[in-house]
Nanobody, 122 residues
Framework: QVQLVESGGGLVQPGGSLRLSCAAS????????MGWFRQAPGKEREFVAG????????DYLDSVKGRFTIARDNAKNMAYLQMNSLKAENTAVYYC???????????????WGQGTQVTVSS
């Protein structure tokens, strides 16, 4: 088990950008998938993006395709989520997660961070 700590959240205007970072306390190479999820008030936690160990496979929630980009740096034990053209509906707490097996559901992921708040508002 590794500890995951997210950073980079904050308040941004519609159309703006944020880059979320996820720092792991140990090696993330063992994790076949690193993912980002989000949870808005009153809603279920949902998958936003996932990346395989080598980065050869990336998957995104349809509504963020073309605007969000997930990346990972196994040497630095870091994962990232670049978010561009942000919209009000992207407001949520964003969570970093790690999975031994590839998956895009909440149940697929073994370790979770505490989350970072992203608020998109003018």
């Amino acid at each position: 088990q590794v500890q995951l700590v997210e950073s980079g959240g904050g308040l941004v205007q519609p159309g703006g950008s944020l880059r979320l970072s996820c720092a792991a306390s140990g090696s993330i190479f063992i994790f076949n998938a690193m993912g980002w999820f989000r949870q808005a008030p009153g809603k279920e936690r949902e998958f936003v993006a996932g990346i395989s160990r080598t980065g050869s496979t990336r998957d995104y929630l349809d509504s963020v395709k073309g605007r969000f980009t997930i990346a990972r740096d196994n040497a630095k034990n870091m994962a990232y989520l670049q978010m561009n053209s942000l919209k009000a509906e992207n407001t949520a707490v964003y969570y970093c997660a790690a999975a031994v097996r590839w998956g895009t559901t909440r149940k697929s992921y073994d370790d979770w961070g505490q989350g970072t708040q992203v608020t998109v508002s003018s």
